[in-house]
Structures are given as C-alpha cells and as structure tokens.
C-alpha cells in the first residue's frame, strides 16, 4: 500500500471534524516550524578553507616565470591572468546565455498539468424547473469523490510574441554593451600595466644605487658630526655640511617612497603571488621611446576617439535600446490575439467523454490603455533627448581628454629630453669631480654630494622615461585604440605576448601618429641669435639642427608672413665656482611678437665641457618649444581659413 494511498484513506475515514480542523492544525505546525530559525554565524574553520580556497584559485594555471618579463608579457600575463578582465568575459558570456534564454521566449506555451483531488463525502445537488419553478427533492452527483485529471494546453499570444521578440532584439544589443565595457576594461588593464611596468623598471634600475647611497649619506652624517666634536672643522662648515646631507637624505627617500611600491603593483596586475620577485627587461623600449614623435593631427586623433571609445559606442547602443523600448510600450496599445489547442482527460466515470480535444482563439484589448498613449509618447521623446544629451556630454568629455593627453605627451617628451641632458651633464661632472678629489674629508663630502645628484639626475631621467610612456598610454586610452587582437591566441603566455607586442606596433604606425596626414611642416628663419660671451657656443647652428628633430623647417630668406627666431644671452658673475647663464629666444613674425622664451642654468667654471652640454639643452629646449608654437599658430591660421 502506497504513502498516498494511506494518506486518503485515512481522510476518507475522517470525521468531519477533524477534516475542518485539519487546516488550521496545518498552519500552526508551519508556524512553529518558522519560529525555530535562528541566525548561525560562520565559523572560524569555514572562513580559513574559503581564504585557502580563494588563494589556490587565485593563482591557479598560472604559468610560472621562467626569465626577465618584458613590458608585453606583462600585457599578456594581466589580460590571461586578471580577474577584472575575467569578471568582464563572463559577464558578456552571461549577456549571451540570457540572449539565448530570451529567444525561447517568443514560442508558444506548452503547459502539461496533472491534478488529483479527493473529498470526503459525494458532491450531490438538487435541481430547478427553470419553467415552473418546482425544485426536485432528490439529489443527484455527476463527480466521483476521488478523481484524477490530466491536460495539455499550446498556447500561443501574438502580443506576448511581439514584445518577447523586441526583448531578444534589446538583449542582442546588451551583448555588444558587454562587449564594449570589455574593451574598455582591455583598455584600462593595457594603461595600468604599462604604467606600473615603468614605475616598476624605474626603481629596479635606481633603487640599488640609491640605497648604496642612502647609506653613505648616513656614514657622512656621523663622520661629519664627529669632526665638529674633535673640532676636525669649523662648526658652521660642519653643520652647513650635516644641513646639505640631510638635505640629499630627505630628496632619496622621497623618491624610494614614490618608487618602492611599484613592483608589488605590477605583481597584482599580472597575477603573482605577493612578494614575488621579477626581473623586468625594457629591451628596445628605451630606444623605442626615444623616437616617439609629437601628434601632427590632432583632429585626425579626436575623429579615432569619437569612432572608436567604447564609451561612445555603449551610448549608440544604449540608444538603440531606447528605441526598441518604445517600440515595446506601443506594442502595449495594440489588441491582444491568443490561441489555444489542448488534450484533456478526466477519470470522472459519470463523464461521457473522458479524453476531449479543445480549440481556442481570444481577442482583447484593455480600452484604457489608449489614455496613457499622449503620456507614453512623451515619456519617449523625453528619454531620447535624454539619450542624445548624455552621448553629446560625453563627447565633449572624450574630446577633452585626448586634448589633455596629448599636450601631456608633448610637456612628457619634452621633460624627458631634458632630463636625458641633465642626467648626462650631471654625469660628467660626477667624472670630472671624481678626478679632480684630493684626499682630504672635504673633497670626499663634496664628491660624495656630486654623486648622489648624479644618482637623482639619473633616476629623474628614468622617472621621465616613465611618464612618457604613461603619457604614451592616456593617449592610447583616450582615444580607444585596441591592444587586444580579434582572435587572441591566450593558450601559452609567450604566443600572446608575440601576439600583442605586433599589436603595439601596429598602434604606433597607425592609430596614434597621423604624419601621413599632416600637413606641411611650418616654417621659420633665423635671425641675430646671440652666444654667451666666452663659450664658444653656436647657439644658431645648434637650434638649426634640433628644429628639423621637432617637425619645423629652416627656411632661408622666407617671406614676410615666416616667423623669425632671434636671441639675446647673459652671462652672471662667478659666485662660489657657479655662473648663472639665460638665452632669451623672440619669436616674431614682422612686428609682432609670438612668444618669448627663455632658458636659464647654471655653469660650474672649473668643469671644462659644461658649455656644451648647455648649449645642446638650450638648443633642445628652445626647438621643442618653438615648433609646438608654429604648430599651434599654423593650425589656428588653418581654422580662420576654414571658417
């Protein structure tokens, strides 16, 4: 005898009583059931294997380091490895699976129902003459008590059909909102990397050398203190001395702090274990970065933004969306049409037919929704005013943002130039004051303060290599440009990196410098350019070499409409070993005044090849500023033109 089969005999037999009360009996028991839930806090034990758990998923088929890591295997490791780009492809992959879930939608109904229901005594009625009015006073049943029904019901509604297939539509669109929002994590992971890679180099390559330093500082101190208590020197030069090392102490540990971090950054972004040590190889990146040109066309770079930020493409699909919400809320107004087929069974033995067939169509129409059509049409042209405003804002945001990037890539690559020069000149004179030392705790002091302002000189060169890389990837970044591949060969981390260091490349000869579409270089002439007095200097020779390094062109005579470029020098008078030397560069066309600029430095007297080395910074400096006017100048002179 079956559990259900007990159950209703036992109900059959039941008084009605008991039957009545049996609901109620029913409740209180869920009731109590309710009541007895109380909160459970997770246990230490559970939350230690969720951490151990987490940590093995983390780095799990991680492919291990096996050599120096270039600034593209770490692009390749931070896209296979992060989470932040896995979160991204699952949740388009989870876009997909509801666009699927979504097509199923738009068929028909098919609902299969099976029911059972049994009562405790016979369901019997009496009758009415609906002619005479003479009730029958027998009672008669068509139902069985116990009986069991089956159906089958395909249900079709051609209003259901309509908005279910707008909603694919919407969700097809959501797929490629995904899409989108994968690129630009792409993007944010490829500007983050590079930057961190950088920083990272940076301190691999300096902080050695500067905590060798950092130590020597520490040693001066507490043999300069130790001279002034043995009088060994003048209290005042002693304390000016501890002042200066103090001074060079408070420069290197501030730069340790910026530079300290770093690896553990790039660590996170790529995927390794905290602590773990790297060694980082910038191959021919230096070299690379040192031949980046300026951005000839900037209209050209606002025109890739505006076609390629994902941002902007969400909002095109974010319209289309709106769109299609409309189309659905319309649909809302229109008659609604059902069709039914069904197969049914019922075990009833009073039936005639206990199995029947049954067709069906249904037509309505909620009459009151045609009120709210003025509102809703409305609410439509609202939301697309909406949608064109807010895309219309964030083009204007997305055009500032490659302005910005790029006149930071231009002050970057003009630091980093200078930088360079400072580092060599810096260096050399740490040379020659490394020859001209006399054994005596003086000269050492003095050479051991030449050195760590070589040692800062230096690191400041690498800081600036690395913000013009960073400057390199917020202008790849504002203008959306694409480091991923359409097919990216994940499967081993060095195939990948093959794969996105040709896609860096492409980057650079295509989307980013527009040479090819620039127009002609501008023209200037040089005029009186004036050498410091006892330099042996060509200031003139040197800033004609430079200015065709910066994209301007030395004309000869030129004509009246061609900037001249003139200069005026001083030199200050020896103070301490040390003269103050500025050049003043004019720049003119006719008798107006363009741009005045001026470069100021100081030279040591008994370091033979500063002259040199300050005349080719000048000449770098003067060319790379000059050259950016004439451009701004040609451009504006181009718009007037236009309008």
């Known amino acids: 005898m079956t559990f259900l089969t007990r159950v209703t005999r036992t109900l059959r037999n039941a008084p009605p009583a008991t039957l009545r009360r049996l609901p109620m009996a029913i409740l209180l028991g ?147 909102i995904a899409e989108e929002r994968k690129r630009k994590v792409v993007q944010n992971i490829s500007q983050d990397v590079r930057q961190a890679f950088w920083r990272a180099y940076v301190a691999q390559q300096t902080l050695p050398r500067m905590d060798e330093l950092l130590n020597r500082v520490k040693e001066a101190l507490l043999r300069s203190e130790r001279m002034e208590t043995e009088r060994m020197l003048p209290p005042l030069q002693a304390l000016a001395y501890q002042r200066a090392m103090l001074d060079l102490h408070q420069q290197i540990v501030a730069r340790r702090q910026e530079l300290i971090l770093a690896k553990s950054e790039l660590n996170a972004l790529i995927n390794l274990r905290p602590g773990s040590v790297v060694t980082l190889s910038a191959g021919q990146e230096e070299q690379e970065t040192s031949k980046l040109q300026p951005f000839d066309d900037l209209n050209a770079l606002d025109q890739a933004a505006l076609n390629n930020r994902p941002e902007l493409r969400e909002e095109d699909y974010r319209k289309k969306i709106s769109v299609l919400e409309a189309r659905k809320a319309l649909l809302a107004f229109l008659p609604g049409i059902e069709l039914n087929l069904s197969s049914n069974r019922d075990s009833n033995k009073f039936l005639l037919n206990n199995t029947w067939g049954e067709a069906g169509s249904t037509v309505s129409l909620n009459l009151m929704r045609a009120f709210a059509y003025p509102a809703t049409k409305r609410a439509q042209e609202s939301q697309a005013q909406l949608d ?181 020098a001083s030199v200050g008078q020896p103070s301490a070993g040390m003269r103050s030397v500025e050049v003043t560069w004019l720049v003119k066309r006719g008798d107006v005044v363009l741009a005045t600029i001026a470069y100021r430095s100081a030279i040591p007297d008994s370091v033979a090849s500063a002259w040199p080395v300050f005349g080719q910074a000048a000449a770098e400096s003067a060319a790379a500023k000059i050259s950016s006017l004439l451009r701004s100048d040609a451009a504006s002179s181009r718009r007037q033109v236009s309008n």
């Open 30 to 176: 869920a009731a109590l059931s309710a009541c007895s839930v109380l909160p459970e806090p997770i246990d230490a034990e559970t939350r230690n294997a969720r951490a151990r758990n987490d940590v093995e998923t983390l780095f799990k088929d991680v492919e291990p380091v096996t050599g120096e890591v270039t600034l593209h295997e770490a692009f390749a490791r931070a896209l296979k490895y992060n989470y932040d780009y896995r979160l991204r492809s699952m949740e388009q992959s989870m876009a997909s699976s509801q666009l699927d879930l979504a097509k199923y939608d738009m068929l028909p109904r098919l609902t299969v129902a099976a029911g059972y229901s049994s009562r405790s005594n016979d369901a019997g009625s009496r009758s009415v003459d609906l002619t005479t009015g003479v009730e029958s006073n027998l009672f008669s049943g068509a139902q069985e008590r116990t009986r069991n029904t089956q159906n089958a019901v395909l249900a079709w509604n051609v209003l259901d059909f309509g908005v279910s297939y707008v909603r694919a539509q919407q969700q097809a669109v959501q797929v490629m």
């Open 388 to 568: 064109d405003t807010r895309r219309v804002a964030l083009t204007m945001a997305v055009l500032t943002q490659v302005r910005i990037a790029t006149q930071r890539f231009q002050e970057a690559r003009a630091d980093y130039f200078i930088s360079s020069q400072a580092a060599k000149v810096d260096a050399r004179i740490e040379q020659h004051t490394l020859s001209a030392t006399k054994a005596s705790a003086e000269s050492e002091m003095e050479l051991l303060r030449t050195e760590v302002r070589a040692a800062l000189s230096e690191m400041q060169r690498y800081v600036a290599l690395a913000n013009l890389q960073s400057a390199y990837a917020r202008v790849a970044n504002s203008v959306g440009a694409d480091l991923l591949p359409e097919q990216p060969q994940s499967a081993s981390v060095s195939a990948f990196t093959a794969q996105l260091a040709t896609a860096d490349q492409d980057w650079r000869k295509t989307s980013f410098h527009t040479a090819d579409n620039a127009p002609p270089a501008p023209q200037v002439s040089l005029g009186a350019i004036a050498s410091p007095a006892g330099s042996g200097l060509d200031l003139a020779s040197l800033l004609r070499a430079r200015l065709p390094e910066h994209g301007a062109v030395v004309a000869g005579a030129g004509s009246e409409l061609t900037p001249v470029v003139s200069a005026t």
